[in-house]
T-cell receptor, first 113, second 113 residues
Framework: GENVEQHPSTLSVQEGDSAVIKCTYSDSASNYFPWYKQELGKRPQLIIDIRSNVGEKKDQRIAVTLNKTAKHFSLHITETQPEDSAVYFCAAPPDFGNEKLTFGTGTRLTIIP | EAGVTQFPSHSVIEKGQTVTLRCDPISGHDNLYWYRRVMGKEIKFLLHFVKESKQDESGMPNNRFLAERTGGTYSTLKVQPAELEDSGVYFC???????????FGPGTRLTVL
């Protein structure tokens, strides 16, 4: 089955600096890679996703990069703000057409004002 | 549109008791998923419904867990009898037919004493 590893488990950055979270996956057939943000006491919410036919996708201060050869993808947050503090999860489906998600262990991001 | 809702938000029961969790997906979403996060670890897949049919139940831990989705609308997840290791946050998610994004509910925090 799919195995997703996520690093780091915790990350503290100064407000205004950038944050990078990395994930690796095992199943080369995976083709969809979402990132979820879970604020304290709230539900996980999709913040950005990428399909395997592109290498990078950007949405304002958030970007995701994908390296299919190396089987890893990363979340980049620039100009971090206090509201970016949350737990971030990467995920991948095991193979094409299989919709269940395998999640990474999560990264607790803290933005220091 | 109304989001995914779950009931109850919290449940505290004693070992050996029965608990039933409910999930109401977004109206019109054929896909319904159950996930669980135990003790701050990764969010783990339990099962996937397409309408009223179980598409994939490979993540169900054992036969103490029973999920139903009669009529293809809301779903229930029953744990009987509950054990200490069942404690965690149970998330429900739904998605459209052919859609990628899974919309998560707020979760039910289950504590088994």
């Amino acid at each position: 089955g799919e195995n997703v590893e996520q690093h780091p488990s915790t990350l503290s950055v100064q407000e205004g600096d950038s944050a990078v979270i990395k994930c690796t996956y095992s199943d080369s057939a995976s083709n969809y890679f979402p990132w979820y943000k879970q604020e304290l006491g709230k539900r996980p919410q999709l913040i950005i996703d990428i399909r395997s036919n592109v290498g990078e996708k950007k949405d304002q201060r958030i970007a995701v990069t994908l390296n299919k050869t190396a089987k890893h993808f990363s979340l980049h947050i620039t100009e971090t703000q206090p509201e970016d503090s949350a737990v971030y999860f990467c995920a991948a489906p095991p193979d094409f057409g299989n919709e269940k998600l395998t999640f990474g262990t999560g990264t607790r991001l803290t933005i220091i004002p | 549109e109304a989001g995914v809702t779950q009931f109850p938000s919290h449940s505290v029961i004693e070992k050996g008791q029965t608990v039933t969790l409910r999930c109401d997906p977004i109206s019109g979403h054929d896909n319904l998923y159950w996930y669980r996060r135990v003790m701050g670890k990764e969010i783990k897949f339990l099962l996937h419904f397409v309408k009223e049919s179980k598409q994939d139940e490979s993540g169900m831990p054992n036969n103490r867990f029973l999920a139903e989705r009669t009529g293809g609308t809301y779903s229930t997840l029953k744990v009987q009898p509950a054990e200490l290791e069942d404690s965690g946050v149970y998330f429900c998610a739904s998605s459209r037919d052919g859609g990628d994004e899974q919309f998560f509910g707020p979760g039910t925090r289950l504590t088994v004493l």
